[in-house]
């Protein structure tokens, strides 16, 4: 079916709002229970995750997605990105450019708008992610935004979220990411400190060295995500993560964020006309 698309502004204000209250909200506990209130008056979830994902999620703050998809999927995916224009997020002077002329100081190019790729909904809808991240809320979730970015070498200093921080996005929300190319430690790799979702130390929103995260939880807790181009895995990003600087080769990277409310940062494009996917979870983007 082909669907037409239309641009919003920006969240409206009552989510900038919430927005304020939740974000002041630290400790893991206290988030919990207002998340738990929250999703007790939406709808219900109709499927649950598979055990293992559930579990891992709740102990560790992640859990490895082995086998969502497979590499013809991933070849066909990062095909369709190369065609996409990029832009640095945090120097929109720049433009709009293509990935292979990203200017020298840009660390992260997103690639504009890709909620028009079939193959992007498809991995954002798979039942085992949608059970998993409804378990996890309690609640039927919501697709809040999908993104995907080159993550660039050729630099000397980390930049924002390559530096360890926790996100706030919303009172409870969840991260799937997935690698288009293959990831080792030179390419920047995904880095998550283990139970920190559920930890109330290093609580303040801003960004942390390394040796503070190490002193706070200990090294053996830091988990770097290397794996082949299809590797994939839901994050629960309160917890204590961000991308390596890449040293080596760049990195590209699919994610989407499922939020018991939308959040603030919610796609700012929206398919018109829906297709087989359910229409609560959609309705967003
Ligand atoms: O690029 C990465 O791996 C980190 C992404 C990140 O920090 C985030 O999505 O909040």
């Known amino acids: 079916m082909t669907a037409s698309y239309v641009t919003r502004r920006r969240a409206p204000l009552y989510i900038h709002a919430f927005h304020e209250v939740q974000q002041r909200i630290r400790p893991a506990r206290w988030r919990r229970r207002l998340a738990a209130w929250v999703a007790a008056t939406l709808p219900r979830a109709d499927r649950t995750g598979e055990a293992g994902d559930v579990a891992a999620l709740g102990v560790d703050g992640f ?16 095909a369709t990105l190369e065609q996409r224009q990029c832009r640095d997020r945090w120097r929109p002077e720049l433009g709009s450019f293509g990935h292979n002329a990203i200017p020298a100081q840009t660390h992260v190019a997103d690639i504009d708008d890709i909620i028009d790729i079939p193959e992007v909904l498809e991995v954002a809808n798979h039942p085992r992610v949608i059970g998993a991240v409804s378990s996890y809320f309690g609640c039927m979730p919501t697709i809040d935004s999908i993104k995907a970015w080159w993550s660039l070498p050729g630099h000397e200093e980390a930049e924002n979220e390559q530096y360890y921080h926790r996100d706030n996005d919303s009172i409870r929300f969840l991260k799937l990411f997935i690698y288009v190319t293959d990831v080792d430690e030179d390419c920047g790799p995904h880095t998550f400190v283990r139970g920190t979702h559920d930890r109330d130390l290093c609580l303040e929103r801003r960004r942390y060295q390394d040796d503070e995260v190490e002193a706070a939880f200990g090294a053996e807790k830091v988990a770097r995500f290397t794996g082949p181009a299809g590797t994939a895995f839901l994050e629960d990003t309160y917890g204590l993560h961000k991308g390596q600087l890449p040293t080596g080769r760049r990195r590209l990277l699919l994610q989407v964020r499922y939020s018991v409310v939308p959040s603030i940062f919610m796609s700012r494009k929206r398919r018109v006309i829906r297709d087989r996917y359910d229409e609560y979870v959609n309705r967003i983007i």
Do not use: I, P, S
């Not at 859990?63 to 990062?78: H, Q």
């Open 63 to 78: 859990a490895m997605l082995d086998g969502l998809v497979d590499r013809t999927w991933v070849e066909e995916l990062r």
